[in-house]
């Protein structure tokens, strides 16, 4: 007669807390720090159907923002105070006052003054059809998420193969 398997010991409580912290922080930035943000706005009829739609997506939710081509009255580039110095951050500017079009804080650099110089083109030149505009930093925030989750999973790992 065979005996049952033992249990799995490990060795330190703090390792599989180390572990568990690197797995959740990692779920964490890919599900809600990786997001992107786009401006889309097209006119059909310019001064007659026009629209704007600004949406904020990252893996587990979508927030999308409708409004009249012609409440977009422009962008520009907002200073915002961060512990560590300044960040931009690009305000749209509409007839309701200013909305955010990116994070209050980027990691790495965005070329805001670009996306800025796209959008006032659009408000500024009405025979432009369309526009399209996007920050993405998905690009930043999986790689990083995945690596504190592989992290995670191989402490977990050396941990549950050292008893």
């Known amino acids: 007669m065979q005996s049952p398997p033992a249990a799995h010991r490990y060795r330190s409580p703090w390792?599989?807390?180390?572990?568990?912290?690197?797995?959740?922080?990692?779920l964490f930035l890919i599900a809600f720090f990786g997001q992107v943000i786009t401006l889309t706005c097209n006119r059909i009829i310019p001064s007659i159907q026009s629209n704007c739609q600004l949406v904020e997506t990252n893996l587990l939710q979508s927030n999308v923002t409708r409004f009249p081509a012609n409440k977009l009255q422009g962008a520009k580039v907002g200073k915002i105070s961060?512990?560590?110095?300044?960040?931009?951050?690009?305000?749209?500017?509409?007839?309701?006052?200013?909305?955010?079009?990116?994070?209050?804080?980027?990691?790495?650099?965005?070329?805001?003054?670009?996306?800025?110089?796209?959008?006032?083109?659009?408000?500024?030149?009405?025979?432009?059809?369309?526009?399209?505009?996007?920050?993405?930093?998905?690009?930043?925030?999986?790689?990083?998420?995945c690596i504190a989750l592989i992290l995670g999973f191989l402490i977990f790992l050396q941990d549950l193969n050292m008893t």
Do not use: C
């Open 82 to 145: 961060m512990d560590n110095g300044e960040s931009d951050q690009i305000l749209l500017l509409t007839s309701k006052g200013e909305v955010s079009f990116s994070r209050s804080y980027s990691p790495f650099y965005v070329p805001t003054q670009a996306i800025v110089s796209e959008i006032n083109a659009f408000v500024n030149y009405p025979n432009q059809n369309s526009l399209k505009v996007q920050e993405d930093d998905r690009w930043f925030y999986y790689p990083l998420g």
């Open 15 to 26: 390792t599989l807390a180390l572990a568990i912290t690197f797995i959740v922080e990692g």
